[in-house]
C-alpha cells in the first residue's frame, strides 16, 4: 500500500503491482506526504486491502481519499497467479476442477477464489481501476499527462508459461470461470466493456 494525502494505493497481486509500485516510487518517492509501505517478507502489509489495513494500523483512516487498485482480466490473472504458487514451495497446484472455478492454492494450503481476492480490494471502493493492459495510459488518466512512464518497466514477466487462454480453457470451462466469479466478472465488463465470453 502506497498512502498519499489525496490518494491511496492497493497492490493487489498478480495485477502488475511490481511495476505500479516502481512508477509511483520514481513519481513520488522523496515527498513528505507520502508513505511506502516496508517491503518485509516476515510482516508482508503491502498487500492489505482498506479494511485489512484499518484492522493491522487503528490510526489508518481512509478519509476522503481516493482507492486506486489494479486489475486485470480474470483468466490472465489466474494463470499468473496459479503459476506464481506453483513456482514456490511449497509449490502448490490446483485441481482441474478448482482452476476452472477460479481457485487456487494460498502458499499456507487455504483454497481461495479470485472473487474473495477481488472482494478484498475493492471494499469499500474502489476510485479508480488500473487495467494491467493498459497501465500507462490509466496511471496518466489518474495522475495526469505529466506522469512518467518508463515502458522497459511495463512488459517485464519473470515467469515463462503458455498465456494463450485457449490452451488452459474450454469455452465453457471460460463461461464458468466467470459464472463462479461474479463479482470480478461486474468489474471487469463495467472496465473492459465486455467479457471474453460468447
Partial sequence: MIIAKDWVWLHFPKCAGTKTEH????????????????????NVIWHHGI???ETYDPDFSLGDRKVICAIRRLPD????????????PPHRI???????AGRFYEITGFNNSADAVVRKFSRPRVDHWLRAEHL????QAFFGPDFRVDDRKL???????IRDWNFWFTPDELQRLYAENPV???IE?????SLPIS
Fill in 51 to 53: 479494511q485489512e489495513r
Fill in 184 to 186: 470480478w466478472a461486474a
Fill in 23 to 42: 512508477l509511483l516510487m520514481e513519481n513520488f518517492s522523496g515527498l513528505d506526504d507520502i508513505h511506502f509501505d516496508p517491503i518485509n517478507q516476515k
Fill in 155 to 161: 512488459n517485464s514477466n519473470r515467469f515463462s508459461y
Fill in 189 to 193: 465488463e463495467k472496465l473492459y466493456g
Fill in 136 to 139: 500507462a495510459k490509466d496511471l
Fill in 94 to 100: 490446483p485441481t482441474r476442477e478448482m482452476f476452472a
Fill in 77 to 88: 490473472w489466474l494463470l499468473s497467479r496459479v503459476h506464481f504458487e506453483a513456482a514456490r
